[in-house]
């Protein structure tokens, strides 16, 4: 991998306008404070110069003042070309792979650039030679020698470094390593549990490196961009209250006050509409967010968001403001060049067309109703649900009738029976003569059969796929059938990016344990404007003004406009039935900060695992986190969660039952 410059690190100071226009960046020569960059006489802060220690960044050459950096190599493993040829080198690297030919060693050395043979000859010396013959995997050591042309025939054109070989004439062993349990180029991985226990092996394994960069390089990206923007990057703690994002709190016991919890935040909600109260009118934090969760194969119980916050804005700028960003991550990631605006679509019009409120837009196999033509066919089972005001929907598979025999829907049905409460599942497939042929076909008319054939674009060699049930149903139900035939058939090309925006997710969803309301998103979230009414008449038709991004069938983000006035707050918290003490007791600094000149605001959190693991092309969320946790939320390297001192859970006034 080509070597990042760093660049000069100016004085931050005088960074900080820097690639902005002059009319953005105000009139040139105006005495700028180095931290605002508001006009000195404005902040009334003396102008200082930040990180002028550091004159010069380069990765061979940190000069700075009072001394030069002596490293110890001058190259990377990743490094050496042909131009290089003839030049005298020092590497430092890890033993990938180790090979004697008749006395003459080859030695590949390897670190995060790369990996670059070095060949140890009679002409290197006996006491090099010595040394390099107890050479063993994963020892750490420096070579230095001369850069040489491979030998014709001996080329590899797989490696960067593959034309040039390094002569050794010098060889420290730096450290040894014992067995390692896998070899980080090795072919084949490892299980999960041996990759997680031994993480610092399995980190330097190529693909993990590469996701390990390509995450700073999605970081550094979005921080630039919102810096561009003038967002400003504030922490907010860790030991705080709990946060309303409706997962159980990780709870840390206090010792001062015995009997008192502090809860990891699920996210910086609280905060961030409290720094727009303050004034911060546009803040980003990469926040570090816990949720007690049952985990699967994308969550993890600690997670990293991009969050974000904006005051004086509607849904349209904070989406618009997303969309810029995506844009920017996948060109810069990517090479992509996508058009903006990103495709929208209310949750309503989602869940019609694919049963889902992060549907993947990769491929089509739309969910098409059929619940009229139910009602007036002779087919009981469709009638009676389209009766009950349930729903009759279904897809087509386009030519898929061969490639399910009846085992085949046996297993669909199973699928959707046995996992989303579904009734049945009732087929067709499309015979030559463009009939609809099935078991149940014996139930209808040909007359309706035809009516149904054309309203879901029947051809010969389709196949129907048909759930009748309560909405809800056919909407889990088909949403995972129309998962499953996607990647089944092969309907789109997993390398390929689709990028979405879902809005006016309901204000409200039922409370299945507790009966009553709970909020969608959050309980700070305003419902749209129009619908304020409906919160007093028909609470469940209310929709918010929220947003999510949804990445190849992924929710990768999630936002809202804010309530900004006490009064509907309270009105919200009435419906969710969370009581005036309660709320007080909860976020009570949120409503009294409310009452002080709390501007219009909304924000979005970006959740920056998913969003690599999706960029990465990866499936899972572990392989795009340095230190993840399993399903079983442990840390197989550290052994997290562990036990602690009995003198410990003394001084914190607790008893354990375990
Ligand atoms: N706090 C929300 C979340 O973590 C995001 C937001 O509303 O900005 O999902």
Redesign the pocket.
Known sequence: MPKKSLGSAKPAGNNRNAGRSSTAAGPQNTRRDQITGMPCETSGFAPRILGSRITQLDFRKLTLIGGELNLLRTHTCGELRLDHVGQQVTLCGWVDTHRDHSGVLFVDLRDRYGRTQAVFAPESGDETVKAAKTLRSEYVVLARGTVALRPEGTVNPKLNTGQIELRVEHLEILNRSLVPPFQPTAMELPSEDLRLKYRYIDLRRPEMQRTVLLRHRMIKTMRDYFDALDFVDVETPMLGRS?P?GARDYLVPSRVQPGSFYALP????LY?QILMVAGYDRYIQVAR?FRDEDLRADRQPEFT?M???MSFVDMKDIIGTIDGLVARLAKEILDLDISLPLPRMTYDEAMERFGHDAPDLRFGMEIVDITDLAKQSEFKVFRNAAEAAGRVRGITAKGAADRYSRKGIDELTAHVVENFGAKGLAWFKVDADGKLASPIAKNFSADMLEKIGQRMDAAPGDLLLLVADKYETTCKALYALRKRLGAELKLYDPAKMHFSWVVEFPMFAVDTEEGGWTAM??P??APRSQDRGLLATDPQKCRAQAYDLVINGSEA????I?IHDQQLQQQVFELLGIDEATARERFGFLLDALQYGAPPH????LGIDRMVMLFAGLDSIRDCIAFPKTQRATDLMTDAPGSVDAKQLRELGIKTTG
């Open positions: 946060t994002e699920q996210s910086p909600q961030k967010c968001q969050d974000v916050e998103h959050h700070f979230t983000g999630g936002g809202t804010r909304g924000g979005i959190a």
